[in-house]
């Protein structure tokens, strides 16, 4: 059983900037890529980016290129995802995801 925390999010305003973690638990290595996904109200949950265990591999969705950056720190088991140049479209809460596991969320939310 893997357990998913992250943190960092809050009220920001547009063009600020945020570095939300996830830190996980419940295994001795943690050799799967992990990702970050959003769900904005009455939206679905739509993919952010991930990053490969070795960080070699890299995708973010096309609205954030440029904008947010996801690295790991495998000796921590957590993942990192800098938010620079927030917009609003950018409110959600945001989710880590390792494998099949899903953490709890942390709202973000940018105010124009």
């Known amino acids: 059983q893997v357990q998913l925390v992250e943190s960092g999010g809050g009220l920001v305003q547009a063009g600020d900037s945020l570095r939300l973690s996830c830190v996980a638990s419940?295994?001795?290595?943690?050799?799967?890529?992990m990702a970050w996904f959003r769900q904005a109200p009455g939206k679905e949950r739509e993919f952010v980016a991930a990053?490969?265990?070795?960080?070699?591999?890299?995708n973010y969705a096309d609205s954030v290129k440029g904008r947010f950056t996801i690295s790991r720190d495998n000796a921590k088991n957590t993942v990192y995802l800098q938010m620079s140049d927030l917009k609003p479209e950018d409110t959600a809460v945001y989710y880590c995801?390792?494998?099949?596991?899903w953490g709890q969320g942390t709202q973000v939310t940018v105010s124009s």
């Open positions: 995801k390792y494998f099949a596991s």
């Open positions: 990053i490969s265990w070795s960080g070699s591999n890299i």
């Open positions: 419940g295994r001795t290595i943690f050799n799967y890529p």
